[in-house]
């Protein structure tokens, strides 16, 4: 495939795939996005907060977004295959029932069960590997059997349809001052920040938030170029062994910095958010996490939007968490 660089990344497109996404027959929902002083949620910092709730979405995550601007554009009937710990597989895995495609996900061995349990439901095939042999299989799958490879973050049309999310959030809240992420390989982050800067927010500080465990991204800062590691943390979602290339280069030019949170930090989060009444899994609980820990500087008075970018938790994971 051609090499695609952050320049590709221009309004008009991301514009386009708004009403790509907007229009979808996969019903992506513009969910909503409500005061933190309407809800029980604690806050120890006093500014003006939003909550951004994908985890209302279709399917539970924010992946079916990318995915509905990736599938938008390839032939209808192919043969795909993909790596995901969960959200994207699930989010693909319904796309490709509802376009009639042959798909396959291959997932780390450290994803919960009932997620390949859930993906294998709408008829994809599931092979569940080492988290250090997905590309390798994903290339056999390519080479040998001649799939088409969808990347899970780092893909073009899949970051023009996470930054839908950016439009949205500009919708109810013009200008932010701060706008909170969660960051994994970086797709939605990068998304949603080009999204807001170059919609002409330059003031506006987005921060992305990576489990300590799995900071791929941080590091990639550090050594100014994108890098993998061996990533271990409770959000699953947030740990892919690298982090994308498109994405760090869109990072690198409109992401302030990334923030750290542990994986006790995330727990807490996912349990305070379940007594507020909203069903948030670790990984999309990461970004109020690190809003409430205070993880984000000079909140003091800004108008600030924090994403929960995922719900799918099921009761079996929920009751390992403090209550």
Known sequence: MAE?????????????????????PLGVINTPMI???????????DCNIHIKLENMQRTGSFKIRGVANQFARRPKGGHFVT?????????FAYASKHYGSKGKVVM?????????????????????VPTSCLMNVVNGCVQ??????????????????????GM???????????????????GLLAGVAAAIKLSGCDKTR?????????????????????????????????APPFAGKLPYELCQRYVEAIVLVNDEEIKAAVSTLYRSGLVVEPSGSAAF???????????????????????NVGKDELANFPD
């Open 4 to 24: 695609v660089f952050a320049d590709s990344v221009t309004l008009d497109l991301l514009r386009e795939a708004r009403e790509t996404v907007r229009s979808s």
């Open 35 to 45: 005061a933190w002083c309407e809800t029980t949620l604690p806050l120890s910092v």
């Open 83 to 91: 790596m995901s710990a969960g959200n994207y597989g699930k989010s």
């Open 108 to 128: 780390p061995e450290t994803a919960p069960v009932s997620r390949s349990i859930l993906i294998q439901s709408f008829g994809v095939e599931v092979e569940r």
């Open 144 to 165: 040998g059997d001649n799939m088409t490879f969808l990347h899970s973050y780092d893909d073009l049309d899949l970051i023009a349809g996470h930054a839908s999310l």
């Open 168 to 186: 949205e959030v500009l919708e109810v809240m013009p200008e932010p001052d701060v706008v909170v992420v969660c960051c994994g390989g970086g």
């Open 206 to 238: 987005i921060y992305g938030v990576e489990p300590e465990g799995a900071c791929t991204m941080y590091k990639s800062f550090i050594e100014k170029k994108p890098v993998g590691m061996d990533t271990k943390s409770i959000a699953s979602g947030l």
């Open 289 to 311: 996490a690190a809003v409430v820990n205070n993880k984000i500087p000079e909140l003091e008075g800004k108008n600030v939007v924090c994403v929960l970018s995922g719900g």
